[in-house]
């Protein structure tokens, strides 16, 4: 989620539970949210104290994480041990390579001979070499070793680089690498998707890297060199919206040339006699002087030879030129070749290593420039074999990816060391297959794997490439008829995947999962899936022993699938149950009936088709004699959907269960205190005759739980705080009683919630001991245990004694039937189903609604609206109600950011549907004209457009009447050339009504355009990502009426979508965490330590580049600034946006948060220039996004418009100023502090201009919100008295000036006036409190004071004491720490 507060989960501020654990967007933080929500709720300060001192939630929920259980911190303890175990000192090695002096080489012990390899391989002097062995005297090092392995290997030896001989896999390599080198500043592989390569931009407005401050300087003290002159576009109020600026050209990219041609030669493969001197294979080139030459790999290396075009004769020339190496003979041959090869290893060795490294998972641009396409033997080689004879180390064979998938679960997991190993290989393995999986795809949809099953119709058809098993998402032998054929066959591989991921990640030894990647691809859903060893020599029936194949008629279960499925009950919420099979007979089954267990040749247990992991979503399923909750059936539910697969996201599950888990805690407690009480009065008849009385009236109250007792989320929250007051207001003995059952109670959940987590194995067994175990033991009087009986009851646990609650996923499923015994079980399971969709409804979506309002959610584009949907488990079919909700709040106004975005993914989303069936009826000649006609039937204004037919249409339609089998993408028909603009919109209508259940008012997309305030560059991105589509960069004129906007040669490409698994690092995350908390504590440095090692891990596990290291390095910068180091907050920060830009997108809303964070500590450096190119940047991206409308630009313009005012461009900073002004009014409310703060710095610029009227206006009106907002006695508001007399003081010296000139003329005697250009010093303080960071002067005293503080109250809280001192203690710290809000 894009939000202020994204690095720091936690500090959210409200005391809302639910809220907390989604903020951080991973699971794991659970673990603390179940303590955290005791706790900040129990203080009882609301939501308004914690905004305004910026920390109240913070404060506890940090504390609770260090008392919330032993078992987290034990944990971080002996994490902390083991990881100093693994950091072993480097050390230093000399390297001797041929022809270059020895340098030296700083290596760590854990690192691999081969990483040498690498390292010598990307050096600038010793790059052009890829065949050699390291020799440490004399002996020859082996590859895959590690260097603390090797004897005598120590600081200071001597490791010489020794030439190898060639063979032809070695010979190959050579080549591939000679061609990287000379293609590595040649942007066209990220233009096209290959080989993990993405754009990066950053280095375009830093002016290279931004760690050699020193050399500008000088330019940052001259303010008059600096133009600050905006492109027009950029300033506010501008309707231009241009495309080409999103990919400014770069020079470097233009690089010279070293070689016009170099591919292989057509006298391939040598023949035998050639082959018995040492030929391996023969190469082309053509130099930049026009020479042409043949050239033999050799064993001993590459020769020229004296073959041409037309006449093969392999002797060498004269001169030969033998060198080992093909760079050094191109250098004798060609001194042009020299000469620029030089030149680029240069500029290649200058670029951030950030903008080289592959990312592991492959990011496409959706816009590319008009590419020269040029001859590369390399790719050539590459689209005709299937590349997989040399790319592995394996030679000669494919690699096996089930075996590869289910080895690196294998591994052990005992210490951190291990779980490193175990997790990295897993990562590996996981980027390995989606990318394979994702070639095999587009593969078989192109028509270039044969199926296992041709003689069937297209759709059935079947494929196995490269070990990998594809399947089209049809709906094959009406499999899938009862549950909507096609639309459900197009459903169900996301609901596996998803199921897939859940499993993977509760990751129980023994249960394997099948490497699963879904790729949507020219119109089609194909499933990639790793193949289990056995499954094809077998027929289904007989390998299945657990599950059912035909959707619960025939069933059958199995122990060992029991014992291990049992292990993922607790975390996945799955109730163990019983089915009926054709026999009438009972079958015991852990999960839903499709899940089918299959034993592998390879003795392994694996389960598949999880589809239904999650239970079903009952708002779209209509069930005959079965009602929704009456909130529900107001907002029309149930409704029919397109497939009966609608089920609830886990996200959804898991907040459910929370907020059961409050209302079964606050039932507990306030019946006990009313026993406690009636105790007290020693009546005992009363108390007898009363208990039962007053247990009753909660049980009504749960029954129907959403509607009476949670509106929404908040009071739920709201009222366990009255609960807790009520029970100091009781007679003192009944809060121990309380704090005891809070204490026991909150163990079994927190155990279950590390459960889900720290997916370590052995926590779990002993989570079900303590869960029964320990909650009957201060129950031991049978009054608290009835009460616990009665809050089990009404929260629907399905154990009696303590709060356990699971879902049965087979309840509605048609075709399932249930023993008679379970009857009144299910009963109970179908209240609870009603009760989790009436949740959705009721809690989470209002919940969604007020994150948006208190800004506290930001989504900015479709993706991260529906990222902030999906946190808080709320399915995009929700969409339509969402948008309904937006417009029937009363602060409908300030939603509006919200509602747009919402409108244009609903617009794009029923356009991607459409466009999908589209696809699927045009053949390949025609895909571009298609493409091209679709987008202007949904972009452009111009009415009636017309597809233009390839020439050759007819030609190709003769051939193919003959052929009956065609590949999938080979329909013959013109269908899609008849689609028109108002078709195209009229489907799109029908669309969001059929399926989001919203009424869309738009013929056209110039009325959609004027009624929802959308752009048509920000509809054009959206589906471009959301379709693959790959355009032409130009400006595209979408309002002509005369002619369309796209032509067939603006479509550049089709791109695959993909879905996969992604794994990740949970012991990195661990320590992201507990770095957090200790940030949020005020332990600055002990945070930054902790979080430089969850760098650490991070690095070890996913390599360089991924998103969570981008987090990582965000937080880093972000320290170091706080804590003034600024050269390494700017250093951290560039990689955090070069990170960005290559792995989420160079115009991702993330991306443009890391620019405006960027541009601040360039600002603090010193280096003005560059924080303006880098926000104007920001804007830009954020102007093609999302528009100008949005509570974000308001942020971006205020810092903008500071650093203007501090370059003295006093009429620009307004424009920006007041635009920032307007926008905060709106979003904020004109009485919020946020425009107090806005009409502050649009004064202090109007003081500058000297035009003090304006100023003293805009001051008093921030003056006023103070005033109201904070009262007298608040420092804002006295500061900004202060700052209305100066201005008083000011205009009035101004005024009697003025009046002396009029009254003397010329010769009056003017009193010099203060015209002040504002400082540094100042400007960077705003620039500092508009971002939300705090610094609070404090000297080392009171730092130890502050230290020995927060000590003594962790003491006394474990001591048991944490109730009372909650109340208090947070608001004693709030304003002596950086705050980082």
Known sequence: MVSKTDEIPASVPNCNAVDLAEEGGETPDSKETTTSVKDPCACGHGADTAVMNGNGAQEDEAESKQDGGGDTDGGDESNEQEVIVIQDTGFTVKIQAPGTEPFDLQVSPQEMVQEIHQVLMDREDTCHRTCFSLQLDGNVLDNFAELKSIEGLQEGSLLKVVEEPYTVREARIHVRHIRDLLKSLDPSDSYNGVDC?????????????????????????????????????????????PLVPLQPQNK?????????????????????????????????????????????????????????????????????????????????????????????????????????????????????????????????????????????????????????????????????????????????????????????????????????????????????????????????????????????????????????????????????????????????????????????????????????????????????????????????????????????????????????????????????????????????????????????????????????????????????????????????????????ANKENKVAALTETSSPALEAPPAPLLTDTPESSTDSSETSTETLTESNADATAAPTEAAPKTAQLDGTHTTPTQEAATTTTTTNGPSEPVATATQNGECESPLEDPKSREVVLNACKAVGSISNTSFDIRFNPDIFSPGVRFPDDSVEDIQKQKQLLKDAAAFLVSCQIPSLVKDCLDHSALPMDGATLTEALHQRGINIRYLG????????????????????????????????????????????????????????????????????????????????????????????????????????????????????????????????????????????????????????????????????????????????????????????????????????????????????????????????????????LRLLARLNYIMGDHAEALSNQQKAVLMSERVLGIEHPNTIQEYMHLALYCFANGQLSTALKLLYRARYLMLMVSGEDHPEMALLDSNIGLVLHGVMEYDLSLRFLENALAINSKYHGPRSLKVALSHHLVARVYESKAEFRSALQHEKEGYTIYKNQVGEAHEKTKESSEYLKYLTQQAVALQRTMNEIYKNGSNASIMPLKFTAPSMASVLEQLNIINGIIFIPLSQKDLENLKAEVQRRQQLQEAGRSDELAEHSPLELEDKIPIDD
């Open 252 to 676: 470097d990219w233009k690089p010279t040339l070293c070689l016009k041609v170099l591919t292989m030669s057509g006298w391939n493969p040598p023949p035998g006699n050639r082959k018995m001197h040492g030929d391996l294979m023969y190469l082309y080139m053509v130099t930049v002087e026009e020479r042409h030459i043949s050239i033999t790999a050799s064993t001993r290396g590459f020769y020229l030879n004296q073959s041409t075009t037309y006449t093969f004769n392999p002797k060498p020339a004269n001169p030969s030129f033998l060198s080992h190496s093909l760079v050094e003979l191109l250098s004798q041959v060609s001194p042009a070749f020299k000469k620029n090869f030089t030149a680029l290893q240069k500029k290649r060795v200058q670029r951030h290593p950030f903008e080289r490294i592959a990312t592991p998972f492959q990011v496409y641009s959706w816009t590319a420039p008009q590419m020269d396409h040029a001859m590369d033997c390399v790719r050539a080689e590459d689209a005709y074999t299937s590349r997989l004879g040399y790319e592995e180390h394996i030679p000669g064979q494919t690699r096996d990816w089930n075996e590869e998938l289910q080895t690196t679960r294998e591994l052990a997991r005992k210490n951190l060391p291990e779980r490193l190993l175990r997790e990295r290989a897993i990562f590996k393995v996981h980027s390995d297959f989606a990318a394979a999986a994702t070639r095999g795809a587009m593969a078989v949809i192109d028509g270039n794997v044969m199926a296992i099953n041709p003689g069937e119709e297209t759709r059935m058809q079947m494929f196995i490439w490269n070990n990998i098993f594809f399947s089209l998402g049809f709906d094959v032998r009406d499999h899938y008829r009862e549950l909507g054929g096609d639309a459900a066959a197009h459903a169900a591989p996301t609901n596996d995947l998803n199921g897939v991921r859940a499993y993977g990640a509760v990751d129980v030894e023994g249960l394997y999962t099948l490497g699963t990647v879904v790729v949507d691809y020219r119109g089609y859903r194909v499933t990639a899936q790793s193949i289990i060893p056995g499954i094809l020599e077998r027929e289904q029936e007989q390998s299945v022993i657990y599950g059912s194949i035909d959707f619960g008629k025939t069933v059958v279960s199995h122990t060992k699938y029991l014992e291990l499925l049992e292990k993922t009950s607790r975390p996945l919420k799955v109730q163990k149950h019983s089915v009926l099979n054709e026999k009438d007979e009972s079958v015991e089954l852990c999960s839903s009936v499709e899940c089918k267990g299959i034993i592998g040749n390879d003795g392994r247990h694996y389960i598949l088709d999880l589809l239904r992991t999650f239970p079903p979503d009952l708002n779209f399923l209509p069930v005959e004699g079965e009602d929704v909750a009456p909130e529900c059936v107001r907002q029309g539910f149930p409704r029919q959907h397109r497939h009966r697969l609608a089920c609830l996201r886990q996200d959804l599950i898991e907040a459910f269960v929370e907020h059961r888990y409050l209302l079964f805690m606050k039932m507990a407690a306030l019946q006990l205190m009313q026993q406690k």
């Open 881 to 1112: 109600n969402v948008l309904e909700f937006v417009d029937k709040t009363p602060a409908k106004a300030q939603l509006e950011h919200f509602y747009r975005i919402g409108i244009s993914e609903l617009i794009t989303r029923c356009a991607k549907h459409f466009f999908k069936t589209y696809l699927q009826g045009v053949e390949l000649s025609a895909l571009s004209a298609a493409v091209s006609h679709f987008l202007n039937c949904f972009l452009s204004s111009f009415a009636d457009a017309v597809a233009h037919l390839p020439t050759d249409e007819l030609v190709s339609r003769r051939k193919n009447r003959k052929r009956k089998n065609r590949v999938p993408g080979g329909g013959d028909n013109t269908a899609w050339a008849s689609l028109t603009p108002s078709e195209l919109w009229k489907s799109i209508v029908s669309e969001a009504q059929s399926y989001y259940h919203f009424t869309l008012y738009c013929e056209s997309v110039d009325l959609a355009v004027e009624k929802y305030g959308l752009q048509k560059i920000t509809l054009l991105r959206e589906i471009s990502i959301k379709a693959g589509i790959q355009i032409l960069i130009k400006e595209y004129n979408f309002d002509s009426r005369h002619k369309p906007a796209f032509t067939e040669e603006d479509i550049l490409n089709i791109f695959p979508v993909v879905k996969h698994v992604n794994p990740k690092a949970s012991d990195a995350f661990h320590f992201f965490q507990s770095g957090q908390a200790k940030v949020q504590q005020g332990f600055l440095k002990e945070g930054c330590e902790l979080i430089n090692e969850a760098l650490n891990l991070f690095n070890n596990v996913y390599g360089a580049m991924h998103v969570e290291i981008c987090a990582c």
């Open 197 to 241: 390569n993405s754009l990066s931009f950053l280095s375009l407005f830093t002016d290279g890297d931004l760690g050699d401050s020193g050399k500008r300087k000088k330019k940052g003290s001259e303010l008059e060199q600096i133009d600050c002159t905006p492109p027009e576009h950029i300033l506010p109020g501008s309707k231009d919206r």
